[in-house]
């Protein structure tokens, strides 16, 4: 039977942004490779997605670029722009041509059952174009189109016949006639409540949910700013979720713990409490929390918060770490007490149950960050094994050259970001190179084969004396 609420990410595409001129393509689209067929997600219209996959590449190659630049389309998705409100991005640099240029992305997705393209043309002053289309393999089926050329033009004539009310059709105008030029009408959409006030744009919303719900950005502090959502549904089962997980990672945890704290006691501002309430808040699902950690001056504290609907409220626990004594007592310890690769599997935890639950799409950026080489590919390792029977996505930008191997990783999963002679990033995959399935790819890819290693200089050439300074 065909999961209805299947989410995945099938291609991403970026031009002119930051550090990427032309256009680049990252697909999860399998290639024509057979083997790890439990890789592939459930086919949906005859179109199935790669469940993993790595991006790899010299230190200012482009891979955070690339993350950003899907976060970038994430947030104006979600948060939408204030009127008049500049669109906050820069450019490709490297070339005077692209200043003058606008800036253009595109997502295809599934959502809800569907396979969509939503994409949007844009400048820093305003929407140059915005487009969504149902998409199936040979055809693809306009749901509304937006151009700011010349005059706004919106072509709404797909969502107006699915409203046959005059005065849905109207609204429906009325909304797209008000979108401010620098916002999205997706965002507007959603906004002006209009699926609450017309008949049908079901299409519309499955798209920005899948933004809303299923996209997880990550990065590296990520955990300290906003926090990462997981739906737990209660403290027991959250209990023996991470206590499990902590034990099998050799953190040498014994249990972990809960104590509820006044909101003022948190170590983060208000606003920042009030945006994530806000947050909690308008989700739909009954069991989402936001698991937050907190680095302040050297000070480490992880919190769960969780809503209370009946009071319109959350509630803030501190999260601790049990251990055993010799003696056999128990110890509790702050997150803080605890080694930095040990939090950063204790931040991994929600991001661990939730592509476990499916549905989900998780890129994260620098994935190995204080972990050991061996962790970051039991992670994956972990994931691959169960996602066998969950359709859920784990895409990671890394240096961990351990992970280049095809015993992990289809051709397809494995991606290289390289910078041109012009310091433009490109994007291309394994699959693009003639490498034999058996293949062992680490030693290769040190050797520079796929390119996207350091280019390293001639240390003979170097200036330095330390001893002129003596």
């Known amino acids: 039977m065909q999961n209805i609420y299947l ?22 689209i399998p290639g024509k490779g057979s083997l790890k067929k439990d890789h592939r997600s459930t086919p949906i219209n005859d179109i199935s997605a790669l469940k993993a996959s790595i991006i790899l590449g010299a230190n200012a190659s482009g891979k955070s670029n690339l993350i950003k630049a899907i976060d970038f389309g994430r947030r104006m998705v979600v948060r939408g722009q204030k009127d008049g409100q500049i669109l906050d991005y820069k450019k490709y640099r490297l070339d005077t041509d692209s200043a003058e240029k606008d800036s253009r992305m595109e997502f295809e997705i599934q959502a809800a059952g569907k396979n969509y393209a939503y994409g949007f043309v844009f400048n820093n002053q305003f929407i140059v174009e915005e487009w969504l289309y149902e998409i199936s393999r040979r055809s693809q ?47 507007e959409l959603r906004t002006r409540k209009v699926q609450d006030n017309v ?53 040498g945890i014994s249990g972990v713990r809960l104590t509820e704290i006044e909101q003022e006691k948190m170590s983060i501002p208000l606003a920042a409490i009030e945006d994530i309430k806000e947050n909690l808040l308008n989700l739909k699902s009954e069991g989402v929390r936001t698991i937050l950690t907190v680095d302040k001056l050297g000070l480490r504290d992880t919190y769960i918060i969780s809503r209370n609907r009946h009071r319109n409220d959350i509630k803030v626990e501190k999260f601790m770490t049990e251990h055993k004594t010799q003696q056999g007592d128990i110890e509790v310890f702050d997150t803080g007490d605890e080694s930095d690769g040990t939090n950063r599997i204790i931040d991994f935890i929600p991001l661990i149950i ?26 994956f390792d972990l994931f691959l094994d169960f996602a066998a029977e969950r359709n859920s996505q784990l895409i990671a930008t890394t240096h961990e050259s351990s992970l280049l191997t095809q015993k992990l990783f289809r051709k397809d999963e494995i991606w290289f970001v390289v910078k041109d002679d012009r310091g433009a990033s490109r994007i291309y995959s394994l699959e693009d ?37 003596a």
């Open 354 to 379: 939730d592509l476990l639950k499916g549905d989900n799409v998780f890129i994260i950026d620098e994935m190995e960050r204080s972990l050991h080489p061996n962790l970051t590919y039991d992670i």
């Open 433 to 469: 190179y003639n490498v034999r399935f058996d293949k062992e790819i680490r030693r290769d890819y040190l050797l520079g084969r796929f390119k996207a290693i350091p280019r390293i200089g001639n240390r003979y050439e170097l200036s330095l004396n330390p001893a002129d300074n």
């Open 7 to 28: 989410a995945m990410l099938l291609r991403y595409t970026v031009e002119n942004f930051l550090s990427f001129n032309g256009r680049a393509v990252f697909s999860m």
């Open 199 to 251: 008949s049908d744009i079901q299409d519309a919303m499955n798209v920005y949910n899948w933004f809303f719900n299923q996209l997880k950005v990550i990065f590296p502090s990520t955990r300290y700013k906003e926090g990462i959502q997981s739906e737990i549904t209660d403290n027991e089962k959250l209990h023996a979720i991470y206590e499990e997980l902590l034990k099998y990672f050799g953190t």
């Open 141 to 187: 089926k306009m749901i509304f189109e937006r151009s700011m050329k010349s005059d706004p033009i919106f072509n709404l004539t797909p969502m107006l016949k699915k409203n046959e009310k005059e005065e849905d059709q109207q609204f429906i105008r009325f909304v797209a006639k008000g979108t401010p030029d620098n916002q999205l009408f997706l965002t």
